[in-house]
């Protein structure tokens, strides 16, 4: 258990609902990311706060999902109109500035 | 470009041999940091390793070491004496030191380890 928590662990949605993934980092981690990782690959970078900032998005996030770090606390994740293209696993990592990179169990979210 | 290549899809080990996974990267950076991840079936990521580019002596942690080769490019991970419980997906990543840090990855080997 490294200390960052996930929840849901699972989620099936049907096509073109809305969800919402949270992320309780590490207290005093002030660097957070969310990857993406599909069936039989590395994670993929999505996008990262420092603090409550979101400094960075890759161009695999598209306008669909947006992620919130109010207070430089927990995060979320939102996929709005869901697509089965976005079945995958979505962990959450945070880091104390340095180099490690702690992650969370993540969420595996199925389309249907 | 691949920026983290690993060519390995699968590893077999016997029990209690050592084992090296291998890894190569990409990048132009003259900071970065190498990593590597243990992914179980259960599918949480466990940080086993960490190679900092101006590091002069290659890294060890318990039974894993990381060989880095700078000049090739290479940061290939050594299993000492596996177990039983070292079966699991290996992930290499790398950071860049932009600002973000963020991590990428390679495709992952899978080590299965036999009794």
């Known amino acids: 258990d490294t200390g960052v928590s996930q929840d849901p662990r699972h989620k099936i949605t049907k096509r073109g609902q809305n969800v919402t993934f949270r992320c309780d980092p590490i207290s005093e981690h002030n660097r957070l990311y969310w990857y993406r990782q599909t069936l039989g690959q590395g994670p993929e970078f999505l996008t990262y706060f420092q603090n409550e900032a979101q400094l960075e998005k890759s161009r695999l996030l598209s306008d669909r999902f947006s992620a919130e770090r109010p207070k430089g606390s927990f995060s979320t994740l939102e996929i709005q109109r869901t697509e089965q293209g976005d079945s995958a696993m979505y962990l959450c990592?945070?880091?104390?500035?340095?180099?490690?990179?702690?992650f969370g169990p993540g969420t595996r979210l199925t389309v249907l | 470009a691949q920026k983290i290549t690993q060519t390995q899809p699968g590893m077999f080990v016997q029990e209690k041999e050592a084992v090296t996974l291998d890894c190569t990267y990409d990048?132009?950076?003259?900071?970065?940091?190498l990593f590597w991840y243990k992914q179980p079936s259960s599918g949480e990521m466990i940080f086993l390793i960490y190679?900092?580019?101006?590091?002069?002596q290659n890294a060890t942690e318990g039974r894993y070491s990381l060989n880095f080769q700078k000049a090739r490019k290479s940061a290939n991970l050594v299993i000492s004496a596996s177990q039983l419980g070292d079966s699991a997906m290996y992930f290499c990543a790398m950071r860049e030191d932009g600002s973000a840090r963020q991590l990428t990855f390679g495709s992952g080997t899978q080590l299965t380890v036999l009794p």
């Open positions: 990048t132009s950076d003259p900071s970065y940091g």
């Open positions: 990592a945070t880091g104390p500035g340095s180099n490690e990179q702690f």
């Open positions: 190679q900092g580019s101006y590091d002069q």
